[in-house]
Nanobody, 124 residues
Framework: QVRLAESGGGVVQAGGSLRVSCAAS????????MGWFRQGPGKEREFLAW????????LYAEPVKGRFTISRDNAKNTLYLQMNSLKPEDTAVYYC?????????????????WGQGTQVTVSS
């Protein structure tokens, strides 16, 4: 069992940068592979990035590859998503999620635990 809480969202101009965080509590953080997702208005939730238990392996969706970086600090029980070169189409609610599997996955159903989301708005 783990509880997740995102923070760090806000408004940023196109081309700018932002880092969102996900604080985990409950079960040991290193038990879980972690992912970042986002959901824009009227759209389905979209996979962005994944990181394994040890933080030694990552996977990115093509729309954000090269711009976003996922990382984790297990000593602080915190997951991060560094977002650079932001575009207006990046505007969405950003969610972190946890899975007991250490295999990478883009499927929402694999992730059993979700945060409440944090709003990121990119202005043109």
């Amino acid at each position: 069992q783990v509880r997740l809480a995102e923070s760090g969202g806000g408004v940023v101009q196109a081309g700018g940068s932002l880092r969102v965080s996900c604080a985990a509590s409950g079960r040991a953080f290193t038990t879980y592979g972690m992912g970042w997702f986002r959901q824009g208005p009227g759209k389905e939730r979209e996979f962005l990035a994944w990181i394994n238990w040890a933080g030694t392996s990552t996977l990115y969706a093509e729309p954000v590859k090269g711009r976003f970086t996922i990382s984790r600090d297990n000593a602080k029980n915190t997951l991060y998503l560094q977002m650079n070169s932001l575009k207006p189409e990046d505007t969405a609610v950003y969610y972190c999620a946890a899975s007991s599997s250490d295999r990478p996955s883009v499927r929402l159903g694999v992730y059993g635990y979700w945060g409440q989301g944090t709003q990121v708005t990119v202005s043109s």
